[in-house]
């Protein structure tokens, strides 16, 4: 028994909709994997972001520190020079 055009049309349309169906179930599948991913690198990004902040206010902190001694070596030196200059 030959199907008619019809059946045939029908059962056409019935296998693109499970082909549809199923690939919109491959989708919605890797956007949620996409979705959470990007949650675990928006989590990983703030963590070095408040790492490099502890980084910069250290380096801050120790460039402070090095001025400071810096000054405090040249005025040293300085004052070393002016005793020299005016032993004679």
């Known amino acids: 028994m030959a199907s008619s055009p019809s059946q045939a049309v029908a059962e056409a349309e019935s296998q693109l909709s499970s082909l549809v169906y199923e690939m919109s179930q491959h989708v919605q599948t890797?956007?949620?994997?996409m979705l959470k991913m990007i949650s675990e690198i928006d989590q990983n990004s703030s963590g070095v972001r408040e790492e490099i902040e502890k980084c910069?206010?250290?380096a801050l902190e120790?460039?402070?520190?090095?001025?400071?001694?810096?000054?405090?070596?040249?005025?040293?030196?300085?004052?070393?020079?002016d005793m020299l200059s005016n032993r004679d």
């Open 30 to 33: 890797a956007m949620e994997n």
């Open 56 to 58: 910069k206010d250290s």
């Open 62 to 81: 120790r460039k402070k520190g090095l001025e400071e001694e810096k000054e405090r070596l040249q005025k040293a030196a300085y004052t070393i020079l």
